[in-house]
């Protein structure tokens, strides 16, 4: 089955990096775009990007674009989300989330999400 | 940018209600707009797509209506198993996506 597998909770210092990974397995990797989402706590979902397995490409927001980078390694089916520069605010749990798209019937919604991470920002 | 707001922002109601939770867009979105329900501790999961269709395995008590700048989620006979968070999500101004605020349902 589709499944998004992340790594496990990390706790930070600020102006620390940490580097997330999101495994997918039963599908084919480079097929589907994959979202980072974060949540932080009590509060809404906030989308910090995509990549495209299969190219590489990547688009952040404005405000994630100087401290996130996303990368994937298509051999062991894994995206990657590094984030620099770590404050407290930055305490969230932080999802990632496969795109099911079809131009066609244009359509485009997030159809597997793996479990979340928790990074919590501390000194 | 897109904005999205969702009211109410909470609501508590009882079972066997009639739920409806409304999203709105600042600019003309089509039918480009998702619904996702979030239960405590978990990820988010998808209801609704394309603003009326309904996701793999999704109650029929769920349905989504609305286009352009106006959307409904509607719970028809609300269950115990249905508190949690809603969050509508849009998709028109690819490849950025938004999302609202969120509406909790207690009862």
């Known amino acids: 089955q589709v499944q998004l597998v992340q790594s496990g909770a990390e706790v930070q210092k600020p102006g620390d990096s940490v580097m997330l990974y999101c495994k997918a397995s039963?599908?084919?990797?480079?097929?589907?775009?994959v979202h980072w989402v974060r949540q932080a706590p009590g509060q809404g979902l906030e989308w910090m990007g995509w990549?495209?397995?299969?190219?590489?490409?990547?688009k952040y927001p404005q405000k994630f674009q100087d401290r996130v980078t996303m990368t994937r390694d298509t051999s062991v089916s894994t995206v990657y989300m590094d984030m620099s520069s770590l404050r407290s605010d930055d305490t969230a749990v932080y999802f990632c989330?496969?795109?099911?798209?079809?131009?066609?019937?244009?359509?485009?919604?997030?159809?597997?999400w793996g479990q979340g991470t928790l990074v919590t920002v501390s000194s | 940018d897109i904005q999205m707001t969702q009211s109410p922002s909470s609501l508590s109601a009882s079972i066997g209600d009639r739920v409806t939770i409304t999203c709105q867009a600042s600019?003309?979105?089509?039918?480009?707009l998702n619904w996702y329900q979030q239960k405590p501790g978990k990820a988010p999961r998808v209801l609704v797509y394309?603003?009326?269709n309904l996701g793999t395995g999704v109650p029929s008590r769920f349905s989504g209506t609305g286009s352009a700048t106006y959307f409904t989620l509607t719970i028809n006979s609300l269950q115990p198993e249905d508190i949690a968070t809603y969050y509508c999500q849009q998709y028109d101004h690819l490849p950025q996506v938004t999302f609202g605020p969120g509406t909790k349902v207690d009862i």
């Open positions: 989330a496969r795109i099911y798209r079809d131009d066609y019937a244009d359509t485009y919604y997030f159809d597997q």
């Open positions: 600019q003309d979105i089509g039918k480009h």
């Open positions: 990549i495209n397995p299969n190219t590489g490409d990547t």
């Open positions: 039963g599908y084919t990797f480079t097929d589907h775009y």
């Open positions: 394309d603003a009326s």
